[in-house]
């Protein structure tokens, strides 16, 4: 009930392609979703985050679609760029008090050139 | 804007030696604070996080140890470190509630 479940583990595209990331959760208790970006030697920095009271959310080339009945939601980037070769994670947040995040496994992103 | 810096960057120890890991916010005042371990092909695993000065909450047991000395430093720590404490540790705050988290950029731990 405590996990996200995060797919697939790598992907590989050609440059301006739609990478799709997909990340699956169980408690319906989660309120807040968002997506990190990690580059090699880095910390995650925030892309894109989502509330379950949204469908579908857009900041530039990245948008999250939310299914809330599916209890799933995914990450899509628009006319991917090599720049965007990077680990994504999902994550899913909860909590009175005390606030705490579920992470996905992480999806490794290549995009060719 | 807040920043968050975590030092060293890298290092490497001897299995049974000491361990002191620092992470300060700045920008904010009264954040939470958490640390966090990432093993490699896997996703992150909370280790503490703390709401305010001197209040520690531990996820899994285990060799490490965390300290909040003051409001915006967090502090983690170890008597005698195991092979397995090898791994990357990262620090990140947040307001509280349902906003993000930010991420400081981890220190990458090796024990030998």
């Known amino acids: 009930q405590q996990q996200v479940k995060q797919s697939p583990q790598s992907l590989i595209v050609q440059k301006g392609g739609i990478p799709i990331i997909n990340c699956a959760y169980e408690?319906?208790?989660?309120?807040?979703f968002p997506w990190y970006q990690q580059f090699p030697g880095k910390g995650p920095a925030l892309l894109i985050a989502?509330?379950?009271?949204?469908s579908e959310k857009k900041e530039g080339r990245f948008t999250i679609s939310f299914n809330k009945s599916a209890k799933q939601f995914s990450l899509h980037i628009m006319d991917s760029q090599p720049g965007d070769s990077a680990t994504y994670f999902c994550?899913?947040?909860?909590?009175?008090?005390?606030?705490?995040?579920?992470f996905g496994t992480g999806t490794r992103l290549k995009v060719l050139a | 804007s807040q920043t968050i810096h975590q030092w060293p960057a890298t290092l490497v120890q001897p299995v049974g030696s000491p361990l002191s890991l620092e992470c300060t916010v700045e920008?904010?005042?009264?954040?939470?604070l958490y640390w966090y371990r990432q093993a490699a092909g896997r996703g992150l695993q909370l280790l503490f996080y703390?709401?305010?000065?001197?209040?520690i909450s531990s996820e899994v047991p285990q060799n490490l140890s965390a300290s909040r000395p003051q409001d915006r430093q967090f502090i983690l720590s170890s008597k005698k470190l195991l092979l397995s404490d090898s791994g990357f540790y990262l620090c990140?705050?947040?307001?509280?509630?349902?906003?993000?988290?930010?991420f400081g950029d981890g220190t990458r731990l090796s024990i030998l």
């Open positions: 990140a705050w947040s307001r509280g509630g349902n906003q993000p988290q930010h």
């Open positions: 408690n319906t208790a989660f309120d807040y």
């Open positions: 989502i509330r379950p009271d949204v």
């Open positions: 994550a899913a947040g909860k909590g009175s008090g005390t606030y705490k995040y579920i």
């Open positions: 920008g904010t005042s009264n954040p939470n």
């Open positions: 703390s709401v305010g000065i001197g209040q």
